[in-house]
T-cell receptor, first 110, second 115 residues
Framework: KNEVEQSPQNLTAQEGEFITINCSYSVGISALHWLQQHPGGGIVSLFMLSSGKKKHGRLIATINIQEKHSSLHITASHPRDSAVYICAVLRRFGNEKLTFGTGTRLTIIP | SAVISQKPSRDICQRGTSLTIQCQVDSQVTMMFWYRQQPGQSLTLIATANQGSEATYESGFVIDKFPISRPNLTFSTLTVSNMSPEDSSIYLC????????????FGNGTRLTVT
């Protein structure tokens, strides 16, 4: 079993829909990252969380440390949100290395 | 936040040749990392580039195959040596400017195809 699991693997939705992507992990962490990978391969860091909730524009990320779970939400989704969303965790007492989920491919249809 | 210039953005190379990928940052950074993303897979850490000394390689990656340089705090190169089709991947440079819980920044990646 992977230490970081994401669901769903693929998600197709209509423009305007509310999107939720989930990330569960099985190790103690000091931080969790949400990343966005564009079709060309470049990666943008969206959020870094260690507790609670963060919001940036239409994106919201939450984390529940006790349940070892994080969610990324997109409100009023738009075709430009189409990308692969990757969850990555930084282990507590680790060696500063990230463990990555396999990603969620999101497609927003106009 | 750090701006990363990674070159080349893509290349098609013949089996047996080598390719050097450059990662230039617009400010000094604490840590620089090189990742590989094989088709349909998630990111795998190749090594941590150490300024002025040998890189720290992860299990399964060796210096002879992936030599890395980091002459200063803003620049690093990764060479993929004696390439085979199995090396076809996206290679990504990533940096962190501060402590372990600082934000990450990624380059745009190098899409390598080996024929």
């Amino acid at each position: 079993k992977n230490e970081v699991e994401q669901s769903p693997q693929n998600l197709t939705a209509q423009e305007g829909e509310f999107i939720t992507i989930n990330c569960s992990y099985s190790v103690g962490i000091s931080a969790l990252h949400w990343l966005q990978q564009h079709p060309g391969g470049g990666i943008v860091s969206l959020f870094m969380l260690s507790s609670g909730k963060k919001k940036h524009g239409r994106l919201i990320a939450t984390i529940n440390i006790q349940e070892k779970h994080s969610s990324l939400h997109i409100t009023a989704s738009h075709p430009r949100d189409s990308a692969v969303y990757i969850c990555a965790v930084l282990r507590r007492f680790g060696n500063e290395k990230l463990t990555f989920g396999t990603g969620t491919r999101l497609t927003i249809i106009p | 936040s750090a701006v990363i210039s990674q070159k080349p953005s893509r290349d098609i190379c013949q089996r047996g040749t080598s390719l050097t990928i450059q990662c230039q940052v617009d400010s000094q950074v604490t840590m620089m990392f090189w990742y590989r993303q094989q088709p349909g897979q998630s990111l795998t850490l190749i090594a941590t580039a150490n300024q002025g000394s040998e890189a720290t390689y992860e299990s399964g990656f060796v210096i002879d195959k992936f030599p890395i340089s980091r002459p200063n705090l803003t620049f690093s190169t990764l060479t993929v040596s004696n390439m085979s089709p199995e090396d076809s991947s996206i290679y990504l440079c990533s940096v962190r400017q501060g402590a372990y819980n600082s934000p990450l920044h990624f380059g745009n990646g190098t899409r390598l195809t080996v024929t």
